[in-house]
Nanobody, 127 residues
Framework: QVQLVESGGGLVQPGGSLKLSCTASGFTLEKDYYAIGWFRQAPGKEREVLSCISSSDGSTFVENSVKGRFTISKDNAMNTVSLEMTNLQLTDTAIYSC??????????????????WGKGTLVTVSS
């Protein structure tokens, strides 16, 4: 059974950095063809995609809105996918969730079609 557990959320000051981690179980990053992505949902707003990565070869997609500030990566040994966030702003406050789904091999399909979701971790940016 595929399970995803996020960690690393918390309180951070504007301009600060934070690294979120998504630990996967039920599949192996190095061996299986999955896409894993990070999404967020701020209060009163719709959920938005941030960045996604291939579990096998490490191909990535990053939304233009956060490109240059957010970086996704994976650690095969730990079976985790991380999202490093820098220069955080008040508008980055949201519940951040990781998700996973089978990947067909196209960069454009890395983010759509997620089937499994974690419970999310809250990131609060405040001075």
């Amino acid at each position: 059974q595929v399970q995803l557990v996020e960690s690393g959320g918390g309180l951070v000051q504007p301009g600060g950095s934070l690294k979120l981690s998504c630990t996967a179980s039920g599949f192996t990053l190095e061996k299986d063809y999955y896409a894993i992505g990070w999404f967020r949902q701020a209060p009163g707003k719709e959920r938005e995609v941030l960045s996604c990565i291939s579990s096998s070869d490490g191909s990535t997609f990053v939304e233009n809105s956060v490109k240059g500030r957010f970086t996704i990566s994976k650690d095969n040994a730990m079976n985790t996918v991380s999202l490093e966030m820098t220069n955080l702003q008040l508008t980055d406050t949201a519940i951040y969730s990781c998700a996973a789904g089978h990947w067909g091999g196209l960069i454009g399909s890395l983010c759509p079609g997620m089937n499994y979701w974690g419970k999310g971790t809250l990131v609060t940016v405040s001075s």
